[in-house]
């Protein structure tokens, strides 16, 4: 009863920039953290950036500098602005939501997007 869903994927030349946008909709009583994982292809997901509901910010380290993740409590979204773009940062992007729902508050769950494909290439 709740959707998680990522836009703004695309392909971009290296050093480029894009912005990631995510939407969590649904029975939502409170969200507690929103954050951007990525997945290359081979690789494991990571972390790219979280921030809580208190705006905390945690960046990877491959990221710092260079991303920058920030959100919008009244519409439960959060965005990525990627600038600076490298070709190591070709992978699906997928935004995770910690929420509680309107019928359990006293639990957290977490929801994942389908994700968004970002190619840096030239």
């Known amino acids: 009863q709740v959707q998680v869903v990522e836009s703004g994927g695309g392909l971009v030349q290296p050093g480029g920039s894009l912005r990631l946008s995510c939407a969590a909709s649904?029975?939502?009583?409170?969200?507690?953290?929103m954050g951007w994982y990525r997945q290359a292809p081979g690789k494991e997901r990571e972390l790219v950036a979280t921030?809580?509901?208190?705006?905390?910010?945690n960046y990877a380290d491959s990221v710092k500098g260079r991303f920058t993740i920030s959100s919008d409590s009244a519409k439960n979204t959060v965005y990525l602005q990627m600038n600076s773009l490298k070709p190591e940062d070709t992978a699906v992007y997928y935004c995770?939501?910690?929420?509680?729902?309107?019928?359990?508050?006293?639990?957290?769950?977490?929801?994942w997007g389908q994700g968004t494909q970002v190619t840096v290439s030239s």
């Open positions: 921030i809580t509901s208190e705006n905390s910010t």
């Open positions: 649904g029975n939502i009583h409170s969200i507690s953290t």
């Open positions: 995770k939501s910690l929420v509680r729902t309107s019928y359990s508050v006293s639990v957290v769950y977490q929801y």
